[in-house]
């Protein structure tokens, strides 16, 4: 059995550090601690390897935030990978800083990413593990919030993050959904 992880993001040095983009750190993160590196492929940076038998594609679509959809469904038909073998990993202004949290399903929650790959796949019926990245901006300044920098602080924390998240993914993979959600979802 094959799966996916999508991390969603914005291409460019500019959206590097952004709260938008922690789901694009997230499979670096995996990447650099398996050793393996992206390539540039069509819609996606593209990266694979092996853990107990699975083969685990790392991908972040090169479309930007709001077309993830377009690369998402290339790579789920191009690896013939079902969508509950999907992992979409996914910033989240309604949880708080540091909160992790594995569905099964869900809305898109105004997220124009998810948007993008619900209209693709039409439904929203694939898992997600919701990032959350807190919400402490005023009343009409969510875009310009999801698209600034951690600050200094948070970026100490992330290290941390990323290492849970990656936990998470290996055990999607390996123990499955329901498992994985039991054990870490807080």
Known sequence: MN????????????????????????????????????????LASV?????????????KPTTFMNLSGKAVNHWLNFYKI??????????????????????????????????????VLSGSEYPRLRMGIGSDFPKGRQADYVLSNFSNAELETIPFILDKTAEIIESFC???????MNKYNQ
């Open 174 to 180: 390996v123990e499955g959904l329901t498992k994985t």
């Open 47 to 59: 990266a694979s390897y092996k853990e107990k038998g699975h083969t685990i594609y790392l991908i």
């Open 82 to 119: 079902e969508k509950e073998n999907m992992l979409v990993l996914v910033d989240d202004l309604a949880l708080p800083f540091e909160t992790l949290r594995l569905k099964p399903k869900g809305s898109s929650g105004g997220h124009n990413g998810l948007k993008s790959i619900e209209e």
């Open 3 to 42: 799966f996916l992880i999508v991390g969603l993001g914005n291409i460019g040095p500019q959206y590097l550090f952004t709260r938008h983009n922690i789901g694009f750190m997230a499979v670096d993160y995996l990447a650099k601690q398996k050793d393996i590196n992206f390539k540039t492929d069509r």
